[in-house]
């Protein structure tokens, strides 16, 4: 699509800019990790001509006291956990979002590896983001993880209100609402920096050796700068697929450094070829496999009901409206049998959904591990996450629903037609051509997700002293 060429031209330009560019937290680039939201911006203003305009401090002040009990009580904890990691010796830090899977023991998206970490008695601790957390989640994940841990973003909101570096940006041939855009982007981020202090003493003090920061945008932007600073070696790892018209802080094509952890691990050859011939950022690319393959072993029950099981992944990005027609039309199929795969804890989409149409409260809905929901399922359908596409490691078969927002996003309507179902009026068709078809799984396992697991190899880098 022409508007990624032009969003991708016009990021490429924001950074070459002197003025810009030289804006440096120590030795490395901070304004590389902010590549990720404008091109974002821009990309998305192609499609929907709109620009959305946000008070950055002022939505944080507000957050910050709506959920103060939260911040207050994840500050205590921290500083519960620093103490306590300080009689530790020889530590890792992992980086992870504040979710909690209770099979795996940690974000889902780890797989089984704080479950190896604790089995091999290696002492490691979890930083952890705190974004979009109501009070029922955080306090469940908080004693239920019962084991140290840092949240390195619970004074943040703070942050923002004291540090008032102000940045004015004007590049030629932007309009005045694009380069306010950025301005206003760009002087509210650098607001946070302190950050990058405060977890470079944590980092220093507990004597961490090694960092897993999964990738580099800006959500681990202060913990990987810390650790790079204090040179800790770092390892990330693909947990979605990253195709560039949407992950695009990991094809970064204009960088006069590496900003990327030491090793970045990718599913398959086709990913290491994707990424070399998409980014020039990684200094080293290893094709170790998927992590989460760990706990996807089961046998799964098929379904033998003539009508068809549909599992629908809800998905944080998209829009209900653009993709409620979709579900109307299953709903109204007496042959299919829609059912909605919830993400834990908090699932945004769905409570937009039901809020919106709540004669949808009636559809079951599934929790819990991704290949536990699988059970008894004919196909999954959604459009753009990656348990899409996954589904096909247990040799079930998928369908991409086309979006305003994501359209093609597997680049898949060329090659598998069928797979790709371009309007509400082509899914009754489509899902009956792919159910009563030869559907080649192994050819999407291999070329997406690899024929190896990388939460061995993890562990080898881990215990590599």
């Known amino acids: ?9 016009i990021t490429d330009l924001i950074f070459k800019e002197e003025k810009i560019y030289s804006y440096k937290i120590i030795e490395y680039p901070y304004l590389l990790t902010l590549y990720s939201d404008v091109y974002r911006f821009f990309s998305l203003k192609k499609v929907s001509g709109t620009f959305k305009y946000y008070n950055y401090s002022l939505s944080k002040f507000k957050s910050y006291i709506i959920n103060s009990p939260i911040y207050f009580t994840a500050f205590l904890y921290s500083i519960f956990s620093f103490f306590l990691l300080l009689t530790k010796k020889r530590k890792i830090a992992i980086w992870s979002g504040d979710f909690y899977n209770i099979k795996t023991k940690s974000d889902f998206r780890l797989g089984n590896l704080i479950l ?36 390195y973003d619970c004074l943040e909101p703070l942050l923002h209100l004291f540090k008032k570096d102000l940045i004015s940006i004007n590049i030629t041939n932007f309009s005045n609402e694009e380069n306010n855009f950025l301005s206003n982007f760009f002087s509210n981020h650098t607001r946070e920096k302190n950050m990058f202090f405060i977890l470079k003493f944590i980092f220093k003090k507990l004597k961490v050796t090694k960092f897993i920061p999964w ?109 409620y027609p979709y579900i109307k039309k299953i709903v109204s199929n007496s042959n299919f049998n829609i059912i909605f795969k919830l993400r834990d804890q908090n699932c945004f989409f769905y409570n937009k959904l039901i809020d919106k149409y709540p004669e949808l409260t009636k559809i079951k809905t599934k ?23 996954e589904s096909t490691i247990f040799e079930i078969p998928f369908a991409v629903l086309n979006t305003r927002k994501w359209g093609d996003y597997f680049e898949i309507s060329k090659d598998f037609p069928n797979n790709f179902i371009l309007s509400p009026d082509e899914l009754e068709d489509k899902i009956s051509l792919i159910l009563n078809g030869k559907f080649n799984h192994t050819l999407f396992k291999n070329k997406y997700f690899g024929n190896n697991n990388s939460l061995n190899k993890i562990l080898d880098w881990i215990k590599k002293k």
């Open 116 to 151: 190896e970490l604790e089995n091999s008695k290696i002492n490691y601790f979890e930083i952890i983001r705190l974004r979009n957390v109501d009070y029922r989640t955080f306090f469940f994940n908080l004693f239920q993880r019962r084991r140290p841990v840092i949240y």
């Open 367 to 389: 929790t819990g591990l991704y290949s536990e929901s699988l059970k008894n399922i004919d196909i999954v359908i959604g459009s753009h996450s990656t348990a899409i596409i």
């Open 1 to 9: 699509m022409s508007y990624i060429k032009d969003a991708k031209e």
């Open 215 to 323: 990738e580099v945008s800006y959500r681990q932007i202060y913990p990987f700068l810390a650790s790079k600073n204090l040179n800790i070696e770092t390892l990330g790892f693909m947990h979605g697929l990253s195709f560039n018209t949407y992950m695009s802080y990991e094809h970064i094509s204009y960088s006069n450094k590496k900003f990327s952890p030491d090793i970045f691990i990718v599913w398959s050859e086709f990913w290491k070829k994707y990424f070399n011939d998409q980014s020039n950022n990684y200094s080293r690319l290893e094709s170790w496999g998927y992590l989460r393959n760990n706990h996807l072993k089961n046998k799964l029950v098929k379904n033998k009901n003539k009508k068809k099981n549909i599992l629908f992944i809800t998905e944080p990005l998209i829009d209900v409206d653009s993709i």
